[in-house]
Nanobody
Framework: QVQLVESGGGLVQAGGSLRLSCAAS????????MGWFRQAPGKEREFVAA????????YYADFVKGRFTISRDNAKNTVYLQGNSLKPEDTGVYYC??????????????????WGQGTQVTVSS
């Protein structure tokens, strides 16, 4: 089992930046992919970005391309999500997720078997 702890959320003005972190512990030696999802009030959880642990290849939802960057530090077992040019619609709880399966679809929440508790991001207009 993998334990995930997110940090870095907070309140930011529109146009500003935030960096979220997700530290993984426990069974991390065979992680395949980690991802970020978000959930706004009254809405379903949606995919934001994902990264393949070994190669560092990133995947993004269309609505964050060019504004968000996902990266990882293998030595620290930590994945980061840098968000720039933030918009009020980026507001939500951001969740970190992890999977050991190479057959999972990166944008589908069901493909991840470990989740963090979430961190709130609020972007004011």
């Amino acid at each position: 089992q993998v334990q995930l702890v997110e940090s870095g959320g907070g309140l930011v003005q529109a146009g500003g930046s935030l960096r979220l972190s997700c530290a993984a512990s426990g069974r991390t030696f065979d992680l395949y992919r980690m991802g970020w999802f978000r959930q706004a009030p009254g809405k379903e959880r949606e995919f934001v970005a994902a990264i393949t642990w070994s190669s560092g290849r990133g995947y993004y939802a269309d609505f964050v391309k060019g504004r968000f960057t996902i990266s990882r530090d293998n030595a620290k077992n930590t994945v980061y999500l840098q968000g720039n040019s933030l918009k009020p619609e980026d507001t939500g709880v951001y969740y970190c997720a992890a999977t050991r399966s190479a057959f999972s679809v990166y944008a589908r929440a069901v493909g991840y078997d470990s989740w963090g508790q979430g961190t709130q991001v609020t972007v004011s207009s």
